[in-house]
């Protein structure tokens, strides 16, 4: 597959809820990160397959939801592409020191999908 998901993410509006009810449906392993004053990002780990994070919620007043990742070869290409063709950029390209590159786009249809490089 030339541009496989590679990360799933949860944008709960009530991280420690979520951390309890999917540690015990699952039983993923979790690791909190400080990702900066306030913000603690949470590594998924399956085990096996795509992994993924959990985060509080950012957009006020939206509900918790999750997002898929797809990773690109040129994150600035694909983002450009992707609004060329009737996307709106939500998050422009963002980088994530050591780690690599995001951007959010919503599709035509209104569908919501981060595109990732790694660094």
């Known amino acids: 597959m030339a541009n496989p998901f590679v990360h799933v993410e949860l944008h709960t509006t ?4 979520a951390k309890d009810f999917y540690g015990r ?3 993923w392993k ?4 400080q990702m900066g004053p ?7 780990k399956p085990g096996e397959g795509t992994g993924g994070g959990l985060m509080k919620q950012m957009a006020p007043g939206a509900p918790s939801s999750w997002l898929a990742y797809v990773i690109v070869d040129d994150i600035n290409a694909s983002t450009a592409l992707a609004k060329s063709l009737g996307a709106q950029v939500v998050t422009d390209v963002t980088e994530i020191p050591g ?3 995001f951007s959010i786009i919503t599709d035509p249809t209104g569908a919501v999908l981060g595109l990732w490089k790694t660094a």
């Open 14 to 17: 009530d991280p420690a809820k």
């Open 25 to 27: 449906l699952f039983t």
């Open 30 to 33: 979790m690791e909190d990160v």
């Open 38 to 44: 306030g913000m603690t990002y949470t590594m998924l």
């Open 99 to 101: 780690m690599g590159w």
